[in-house]
């Protein structure tokens, strides 16, 4: 079997949690020490080797999945990662893996998404392990038993019984209640959004029913120019699968849930939500059933509250009932459209060579300044780099800096500080076995992250800077 991992994402449904550049699968939920995209990997290196493994997801993303790939230890080294040039939906982005591998025809392919939460990983296995006995004539989906009417996500009718699970008599779009209800009464399933298909099978259904999908990949196609021939996305159900007279589907043996709102996160705490779950401090009085999530470690009190879902990045505080959490999708756009144009900067934010904290932050004025807590991890190093408009002083609070300002470079231990102009090239890197903590201090008229200007960088992030060398 080879594996395809899908790690796009908007970022929308778990507000202010998720966001553009970091969508959930990569979010530590309470009580968890792995993400939803680490676990995903580590379902498909408990049946294949990592070579046979290619996440694909947006440039943005990249840095994500080498972190998260990177903290999984020397197994997951080999898992290969393709960023597509601009997002068009799931189809191409299987198309995308088809071309940039070596997987010849005959293989079986497992799609997966990754921000998916699945309990049972036996039972998954064994599912998955009788799709692949009908892979190579039918496009095998897996059904998961409704436990409530929900309207967020497709339902499949089931047809006749085949030797492996059902053929697919039709899909239904996302219901109203009433419908959903009906549905489940009728005995359909959700649309889980995992697919399991020979790889002959599928260039041959696409072929037939996504042309323009078939066409844009052609041998002579870059990469490139195939994304650039595609002027909408397309998804792999409304593609293909829906179209097709080929599809079977196998009722779910594993708990399964796409975690597409906050009420959602139930089915990840067995006892529900009877006690808050936080990573924030909490007081919580003549009150049950809150979900409250805290990144800021200040005091939280909810006084005679029920049902309620409390989010707290610093930045954002989301306060909703639990039954309207599904409109929390609609919040960033909202966001966007205001007056204020909100932007999608975290308080808390990863990078490639670590992690930052925006401890304090005023722009807009002449005097603008903001502070964070920078940590980089072990052997790693920011890109060498400039900013137009903005000083920066460092404060090393522990481990030891190596710090290059245009061709000079030293160590700076820490209760030692350094000082970087606007327009010097400069560089920070650590070079020791533990992490490097920083204070650094930014001052100028502009202390945004836009005004960075790259000439080297580790990661693969562009250089617009190198034209000026």
Known sequence: MKFVILAGGSGTRLWPLSREYFPKQFIRFPGRQTSLFQDTVRRCLETTEPENILVVAGLNHCFLIRSDLEEMGPGAEGVRILGEPCS??????????????????????????????????????????????????????????????HTGYGYIAPGKPLETGFEVESFREKPDEKK???????????????????????????????????????????????????KKGLSIDYGILEKSGNVAVIPADFQWDDLGSFDALKKMYPDGWGCSRSEGRLLQMDGQNNLVLSETGRKIVLLGQTGQVVVDTGDCLLVCPADRAQMVGQVPEALRNSPENELEERIRDRRPWGEYTVLEAESGTEHAHKVKRIRVRPGKRISYQKHRYRSEHWVVLSGTARVTIGEDTSDVAAGESVFVRPGQLHRLENPGPGFLEIIEVQMGSRVDEEDIVRFDDDFGRPCSGRDEL
Do not use: C, K, Q
């Open 88 to 149: 068009r939906n799931t189809l191409p982005a299987l198309w995308a893996a088809l071309r940039e591998t070596p997987w010849g025809r005959g293989e079986v392919l497992v799609v997966l998404p990754s921000d998916h939460w699945i309990r049972g990983d036996e039972e998954f296995y064994e599912n998955l392990r009788a799709a692949t006995r009908i892979a190579h004539s039918r496009l095998v989906i897996f059904g998961i038993r409704p436990d409530r009417p």
């Open 180 to 230: 959903a209800t009906e549905y489940i009464e009728r005995g359909f399933l959700w649309n889980s959004g995992m697919l399991v298909a020979g790889t002959d099978l599928l260039v041959e259904e696409t072929r037939e029913h996504a042309p323009e999908i078939h066409n844009a990949f052609r041998e002579e196609n870059t990469l490139e120019e195939a994304y650039g021939e595609l």
